[in-house]
């Protein structure tokens, strides 16, 4: 079955209603122009569908969301680590002083 | 005399167990990673711009469509005006007048009517538009937030190059220059790996 876009239907109705212009005026010619009218119209509003398909595409970030306080977690872990790093460092500073050991300040 | 030859074997050490231990971020990794965040900012920026440009477009497409279809309307009641007034000056008595005047106000009415569901239908895809860009913009965010909590992290002073950082300061070296050298042992090392790999 062949299928036709509402701009085909409006052109070849367009076109039919060209070739009555100059027949006289009678109820199905009257109809004939209110329906290219009304096609006019969806027309019109068609033109607005391709951004109703939007919706139908998504940005998965739930697992991104999940994970952030896992790293929220290793940052303070690292954290404690370093600053423990850093007491156990300097307490062996001051033994290596104490010891003698002569270091850059 | 002893001193400085205990510091240099240390300054020798530094980099040597930073390498062989690979405790610290190269400088490379922490650059890419400050400027994948700076670039992402910057893209959030401009993609809300972006949408805010496309939305006003919109909503100027919506007015120009609202103008068109009530332009249409308005030409069809006057094609179903003009039927009724060529039916009026051939109506015989007053009951025919008076149902082609009530077809006119049936025929108007249903015509301005039909209009309705074709507006709410534009408006309906343009507020689609607006909330899909909304969850795209908090998407992204969500995106730019994860990137920066990385960045974060691999920013961090990990407990290695504090401890490496201190013994630096201890001898006077810039902790910096450490990490760089480290890399290049580190790469250095790769390449002398490779070369054997291949050699045998």
Redesign the interface.
């Known amino acids: 079955m062949m299928t036709m876009t509402i701009d085909e239907l409006l052109t070849q109705l367009s076109d039919l209603s060209l070739k009555l212009e100059l027949t006289p005026d009678d109820p199905t010619k ?1 109809d004939l ?2 329906l290219i ?2 096609l ?3 027309v ?2 068609q ?3 391709p ?2 398909t ?2 139908n595409s ?2 998965e ?1 739930e697992q ?2 999940l ?2 306080p896992q ?2 977690q ?2 303070l872990t ?2 404690r ?6 007491r156990i ?2 307490l062996a ?1 001051i033994a290596l002083r104490a010891a003698g ?4 300040q | 005399m002893y001193q400085t030859c205990r510091r240099t074997r240390l300054l020798l050490l530094l980099p040597a167990i930073a390498a062989l231990t690979g405790c610290v971020t190269p400088v490379a990794v922490r650059g890419l990673s400050a400027q994948l965040v700076r670039t992402q900012l910057a893209y959030s920026l401009s993609l809300r711009g972006y949408f805010a440009a496309v939305e006003k477009f919109a909503d100027a497409q919506v007015k120009i469509a609202d103008y068109r279809i009530d332009e249409i309307t308005s030409q069809m009641n006057r094609e179903f005006g003009q039927r009724a007034g060529a039916a009026l000056g051939h109506a015989a008595t007053p009951e025919e007048r008076q149902r082609i005047i009530d077809q006119l106000v049936k025929d108007v009415a249903g015509n301005t009517s039909a209009d309705l569901p074709l507006k709410r239908k534009i408006t309906d895809a343009v507020t689609s538009l607006q909330q899909r860009d909304r969850e795209l913009e908090s998407a992204y965010l969500v995106i730019l937030a994860a990137s920066q909590k990385l960045d974060e992290y691999i920013r961090l002073k990990k407990a290695d190059e504090a401890a490496i950082q201190e013994l630096t300061r201890a001898v006077g070296l810039n902790s910096e220059k450490i990490t760089s050298i480290v890399d290049e042992i580190a790469k250095l090392s790769q390449d002398l790996t490779l070369s054997m790999t291949k050699t045998q």
């Open positions: 009257f122009q209110i009218l009304q006019r119209k969806q019109v509003a033109a607005f569908d951004l109703t939007l919706a998504t940005v970030v991104l969301k994970l952030m790293v929220d290793a940052i690292e954290q680590r370093a600053m423990l790093v850093a460092i300097s500073k050991v002569n270091l850059v």
